[in-house]
C-alpha cells in the first residue's frame, strides 16, 4: 500500500493541518494515528489521519509519511494503528475472512490475528517492538454491521479480540490510535449524547472529520490528514478528495468561529 493524495498533501498549502516530516526523540513523541468508527442511522463512517510512523538511526528518531490506513475488501473494511505489525495483522484476518466466508467471532479473530503475529514476530525476531497496536474490523451483516477489533496486549504478548454491538439507541462510536486525545469529546459529546437522536452518514462525516482534524491540532507531531470510508448494506466507499477538502473547510470555519466568540471582544451573532 503507497502513499496516497488525501487531504494532508491537497491542504499543505494552506496550512490547514499540520504537515511534513518530523524528526523528534521518541521518548517525547505522543502516539501517531487517531481513528474512530461511527454507526448512523443509513450506515457507517469509519475515519482516520493519515499519518504513519518509520524509524532511523537504531529508533532514535521518527519519521512519520502520508499513507492509507483505512483498507476496504470486497468482504469488509478495517483499520490499522500502531506500526506495520498491526497492518499486517488487519491484512491477515481479512484474507482468512476472504479465503472462509464466515461471520467474524471472537475465536476466529483471536486465532487468524495471534497466528499471523507468531509469523510476523519469527520474522522480525529481535526487530520486534512491544508497543501499543489496534485493528478494527467492518463487516456488513445483513441491515446491519458486526465491528470487531483486536487490541494488543504487551504484558500478554498477543491480540485479544472484542465486539462493539450498537447501544440501545442504535449508537456505537469505537476509538482507536491516540485514544486520549481530547478531541474525542466532539464525538462523546454530539454524537454519543443522550439528548441527540442517532444521526445520519451525512451528520457523521462532518463530527468524525472535525474529531480527526482537531486531534491532529492537539498532537501536531502524531496525527495529521484524514481519509474516510462510508458504508451501507451495498457495500463500501472511499470519500472523494473534493469532499475530504470540504470537510476540512468546514472544520477550519468552526474553529476561526469558536475563537471570535472566545475572544477578549464581546461578541455578538
Not at 524528526?23 to 475515519?47: K, S, W, Y
Not at 478531541?183 to 444521526?199: F, G, P, Q, S
Request: net charge negative; hydrophobic share 40%; proline share 4%.
Amino acid at each position: 500500500m503507497g502513499n496516497i493524495r488525501n487531504v494532508e498533501s491537497v491542504l499543505a498549502a494552506d496550512r490547514t493541518l499540520a504537515v511534513g516530516v518530523q524528526n523528534c526523540p521518541l521518548e517525547v513523541l505522543p502516539p501517531v494515528t487517531l481513528q474512530v468508527v461511527l454507526r448512523g442511522t443509513d450506515g457507517i463512517v469509519i475515519a482516520s489521519d493519515t499519518r504513519m510512523e518509520s524509524h532511523r538511526s537504531e529508533r532514535k528518531f521518527r519519521m512519520t509519511d502520508s499513507i492509507s490506513k483505512i483498507v476496504v475488501t470486497p468482504k469488509l473494511v478495517y483499520t490499522f494503528a500502531g506500526d506495520n505489525c498491526a497492518k499486517e495483522i488487519g491484512e491477515a484476518v481479512s484474507k482468512e475472512v476472504a479465503a472462509n466466508p464466515q461471520p467474524l467471532s471472537a475465536d476466529f479473530i483471536g486465532e487468524a490475528s495471534n497466528s499471523a503475529l507468531e509469523k510476523y514476530k519469527m520474522n522480525l525476531g529481535n526487530e520486534f517492538v512491544e508497543m501499543p497496536r489496534k485493528i478494527i474490523w467492518v463487516q456488513v451483516e445483513g441491515a446491519g454491521f458486526a465491528v470487531w477489533s483486536a487490541l494488543y496486549d504487551i504484558r500478554e504478548g498477543q491480540f485479544k479480540p472484542y465486539t462493539h454491538p450498537a447501544e440501545f439507541d442504535g449508537k456505537f462510536g469505537v476509538f482507536a490510535g491516540d485514544e486520549s486525545n481530547q478531541a474525542r469529546y466532539i464525538v462523546e459529546y454530539y454524537y454519543k449524547n443522550d439528548n441527540y437522536l442517532l444521526r445520519n452518514i451525512s451528520s457523521l462525516t462532518r463530527i468524525a472529520a472535525h474529531m480527526i482534524l482537531t486531534g491532529g491540532l492537539l498532537n501536531s507531531t502524531g496525527v495529521g490528514g484524514l481519509e474516510m470510508v462510508v458504508g451501507n448494506s451495498s457495500g463500501f466507499a472511499r470519500v472523494p478528495t473534493e469532499e475530504l477538502r470540504e470537510l476540512a473547510e468546514l472544520s477550519r470555519r468552526i474553529h476561526e468561529e469558536n475563537n471570535k466568540r472566545f475572544s477578549d471582544q464581546d461578541y455578538l451573532p
